[in-house]
């Protein structure tokens, strides 16, 4: 499967964005997909995933703020974020594994394909 990520800016604290990850070539339905991100100078992290397509998972740092969302008729994943802290800084990547089980949903290296990152960037 492709990743294609769209939606990443530049926003004020308190703001909101939306991110998009257009999948080809498999439907989402078959897989776990979800987001990481990366701050500078620092691990890349988990945000959130949707359990084959069913079950969503946070990032307790993300928790009622961000909001993981499957459009399966677009096969696309968004990725809706309010309240945006200058700490949400990083670049985001869209991710999709076909065998992710639910205690390794937020390890990295649970995942098979990688889309190409998004910058989002909150001004204090």
């Known amino acids: 499967v492709q990743l294609q990520v769209s939606g990443g800016g530049l926003v004020q604290a308190g703001g909101s964005l939306k991110l998009a990850c257009a999948a080809s070539g498999r439907t989402i339905r078959t897989y776990t997909m979800g987001w990481f991100r990366q701050a500078p100078g620092k691990e890349r992290e988990f945000v959130a995933a949707?359990?084959?397509?069913?079950?969503?998972y946070y990032a307790d740092s993300v928790k009622g703020r961000f909001s993981i969302s499957n459009d399966n008729a677009k096969n696309t994943m968004y990725l809706h974020i309010v309240s945006l802290k200058p700490e949400d800084t990083a670049v985001y990547y869209c991710v999709a594994g076909a065998r992710v089980i639910w205690s390794a949903i937020a390890a990295p290296t649970a995942y098979d394909h990688w889309g190409q990152g998004t910058q989002v960037t909150v001004s204090s």
């Open positions: 949707v359990h084959r397509g069913t079950i969503p």
